[in-house]
């Protein structure tokens, strides 16, 4: 396995996260390097998504940091982070049901220190990637089908422009068709040199994007190795994914 | 028995205008609940004090018009500041502790008033007199005056939360308050500028009623009931729903008083109530919930 | 352990009751009618607790339930010759208990703060009604009425003094207090309990929950309306101030200081917010209720818990 991205773009060093008496996260480090697409695999209720949350400063840790390029992140509200950097998409999409495509993402777009003309081409480049989008854009975010709402949910986050975005199970609920989709998406993010920190249970679909992945299973990650040396057939995947 | 047909017409009129402040009061009140979740127990209260901003500004300039804006622009910033000490350090609390500080609030506010401006009524004369003939009334020109510049309050709102920047973001904010951070949006400011907005428009209520009836420190105590009887109906967190809902009660109400006193006329509203609790409790004018 | 824990509650509870017991020995006219007091809105702040403490369901619709006691009470001693302490006590509590069945109807299906709101308009409407049905209530000069004797007739009879009445109220509240906490202790305050905790898994495992809050409206109601009975009968008179919604809002206070959930915090809390009303109205006349307002919110946000549960904490340590 090669020796991991000098300078991380993302670091968790040994976090720790309770909800009440239960101990969800046991110790989880995980760094992701800048532009790269790291994998979190693990079966359902393993704490991939919680572990998410918590970079995205939405679940407090109560042991353990998080760094941003080397700076200390934990603790600082999720609205913060997103300015510095950091999109993300969770699992069921939570596009804005009730405000409409272009509304969407405006969310994302109205930053200060943003010139007019850059939101313009963000736009333009995002309704580029996503034509259905641009179709669809003075419509409900709630009358999108599954696989549009999960682009939106998508696109929205690039419009942070994000250093890295944080994917929860993009590819959940989709049709095959919808999900080669995703993978051309992340194809694009990575041509953006935006980071991505990909939780999936697609183990396919993750071992051909992603760089390296990291295996978790009761709240730690248990195994770690570069994309290109597995496969979905070995036996350490089904140690850690199969039923 | 005949229907005095002049006197329903008449009536109409005055319950429009009553209907027109009503949803000036109710609207703030359901937008600070729709967006936050708080039920602000001292929303008379910011209505009055705004009614006795615009008596000192008034008084100081001599215009009632620099005294509405300038009443109003007090009172939000005093909205702020109360949301910031009192209210942000109970989110994520349980919603009884939001009621019982703005109760508390409301008792504060209240006997401050009364402690500054004294138990007797103060009052504002009306801006713009002169009356218009109205069947064999001679109605007065300021209570319409009232009920439009109620309605381009409204308005306005509705624009900015509609097609402004920051409207996305509080409607955002409404919708899913989690996504709405993950998106750079700053919940909790947005949740100090919607009370602040809620309490302008108490208090602009408050000084475009003050020439109706005398300002006096007690006067926010009628309006939060008919307020919260009107956001219950209209459906808590629907702008226009709070909007029919005033001028629904405040017609019926209106009509009734033709036939009964005032006191009595206001049982309308608590039957109204009853029936909307009975039949359609997430209220009359809101689309029922699938 | 659990013995030793028991016994020491008991003395505790009998030491504090022969103390109140004592007061009005040694106390000035004015202390005693004052601690009297302070045990009837301990006793409508108890009420309370049944519903906010226990069962989760904050109300502010005990003013019409107190006011319907009092007005209960002055009908009972106004109509019927001669006047009956016991007759005045029924049609308080019949009085009450209808309220609390229209309240508790209605508001039973809602939720939180929806049945909050709620409650508050209906306290209002009975003030409105009292107040415009001037035939019948007197409306805004309220009605007045000679206190009745403690009696029980044939046997004896003792008009009221300060004294006898405070031992009489005192005799009532402590009384209320035991049936209270016989009852929260029961299998039926378990599931109010529960349904403060998780109504939507209360409901889950069968219970019938609208009952289950029907019920503690009602009982809530009943000692509400004990509480105005008391109040009339000390005061001589019922004016409709009683059943505005101010009241409800001073028994939530009342609530909040001493502590919900525990009954006795309730009282506790009544008794710290009329001292403090009594002190701060020394120094500051008509404006003691801004001091009031502005310790109730700090009490609010930095000791949610009361001073009941803050001094638990603190003995703890």
Redesign the interface.
Known sequence: MSAPAAEALVEVEAIHTHYGKSHILDGVSLRVGPGEVVGLLGRNGVGKSTTLKTIMGLVRPSQGQVRLEGELITGLPPHHLARLGIGYVPEDRRIFRLLTVMENLRTGLDRAGVAEARKQALLQKVYDYFPVLAERRSQPGGTLSGGEQQMLAIARAMMLEPKIILLDEPTEGLMPRMVSQISEIIRVLRREHVAILLVEQNVPLTLAVSERVYFMEKGTIRYHAAAAELHAGDAVVQQYLGI | MGIPLDLILIQTVNGIVTGMILALVASGLTLIFGIMDVVNFAHGELFMLGAYFGVLVLAATGSFWVALVVATLMVALLGAVLQVTTLRPLIGRDPLMTILTTFGISLVLQNYALWQFGPVARKISEPVTGHFPLFYLEYPVYRLVIALLSAAIIGALWLFLKFGKYGIWIRATMQDRVMAQAMGIPVPWVYTAVFAIGAGMAAASGVLFGPMVGVHHAMGLDWILRAFIVVVVGGMGSLGGSVAAAIFISLLEAYASIWVSPAQAAIVSFVVLILTLLFRPTGLFVPTPK | MMKRHATLYWSGFSVVVALLALAPLVLPEYWRRFLTEILVWGLLAMSSDIL?GYTGM?SFGHSAFFGLGVYGAAAALLTVKPPSLWLAIVYGLVGAGAVALFVAY?ST??R???F???T??FS??FY??I??WTEVTGGENGLTFRKPALAIPGLFSIPFDTRTLHWFVLAVVALSYLLLRRITQSPFGMVLQSIRENEARTRAIGYPVERYKIAAVMLSGLFAGLAGVLYAIQKSFAAPDFVF?VTS?QT??HN?MGGIGTLVGPIVGAGFFLLLHEVLSRFLT??Y??P???I??AM??FM?QGLLGFARRWLNR
Do not use: H, N
Request: charged share 10%; hydrophobic share 70%.
């Open positions: 906010i904050v209605f299906r809602l939180d703060i929806y909050a709101i709620t508050l308009i209002q409407i409105v009604i107040f415009t919604f809002g939530v206070i909040v008509e404006y209720l801004i009031v307002g502005i109730f919110i609010v946000i949610p």
